[in-house]
């Protein structure tokens, strides 16, 4: 998912990980749980209603799929435009497909974390709970971490402006620089509440912004989506 291409397929997997990790984590803060407002915190009530809307659908939501780009720009980079699909599920598990421009798997099956590349013959994989950065991914966000007390500011903002005309946008500030970004920011669709863009800015200035099409909740997804089956003859290494 990052496009800079380390020789080290250990550094590799460690920058695949975080990418995919932050940006699961952040989809998944913003459409599945979404916390209350914390105590103490002013919101505008338009902003206290579309909080409340949010986390009142998808508490229900089980299952998301999505058509995803990804657009990754960095000082020192040129710009990256990489494309595939998203499969999301409760509890601690995800599918990142990449299709264009390099074919390639980020799998979690809710205990171990997997890239796979098919053109390296190479599979990495991690403990969940010990792969590097995976604090911010979804999996843990949705078991571990207190939701109320990951933001220091949650509000409205017009600038960036929305994709589509219509569409809210919000800007999420992190209380701890351990989440290994600066800023994310959401936008949403009014009706039917869909997550379309989240935009995060990375601490080193790096940015990366997912924008998503095709949302569907709630559909059958089979177990076998998040098991990740290794062809013969490649490589299988474990994450130092």
């Given at each position: ?61 089980r ?84 939701l ?29 620089a ?34 998503f ?11 076998s989506a ?15």
């Amino acid at each position: 998912m990052i496009p800079m291409r380390a020789r080290d397929p250990q550094v590799r997997f460690a920058r695949v990980r975080r990418a995919a990790g932050r940006v699961s984590g952040c989809l998944l803060v913003m459409i599945l749980l979404l916390p209350s407002p914390a105590q103490g915190q002013s919101r505008s009530p338009s902003l206290e209603s579309l909080l409340t809307a949010l986390q009142a659908k998808y508490a229900r939501v089980r299952t998301l799929t999505a058509d995803f780009v990804h657009l990754y720009t960095a000082v020192g980079s040129p710009p990256r435009r990489e494309e595939g699909t998203v499969v999301l599920a409760r509890p601690r598990r995800m599918r990142w497909h990449y299709h264009r421009p390099e074919e390639k798997l980020f799998i979690s099956d809710g205990a171990r974390v997997y890239l796979y590349v098919p053109a390296e013959r190479q599979v990495i994989r991690a403990k969940l709970r010990e792969a590097e950065d995976i604090k911010a991914a979804f999996a843990l966000l949705l078991s571990e971490l207190d939701l109320r007390r990951l933001f220091a500011r949650i509000e409205r903002i017009n600038s960036p402006p929305p994709l589509q005309a219509g569409n809210i946008v919000l800007r999420f500030i992190p209380k701890d620089a351990r989440l290994g970004f600066s800023e994310l920011i959401v936008e949403i669709v009014p009706t039917p509440l869909h997550v379309v863009r989240v935009s995060i800015r990375e601490l080193d200035g790096a940015r990366s912004d997912f924008l998503f099409s095709n949302i569907r909740e709630n559909v059958p997804i089979p177990r076998s989506a998040f098991v990740l089956t290794i062809p013969p003859g490649v490589q299988v290494l474990d994450a130092r």
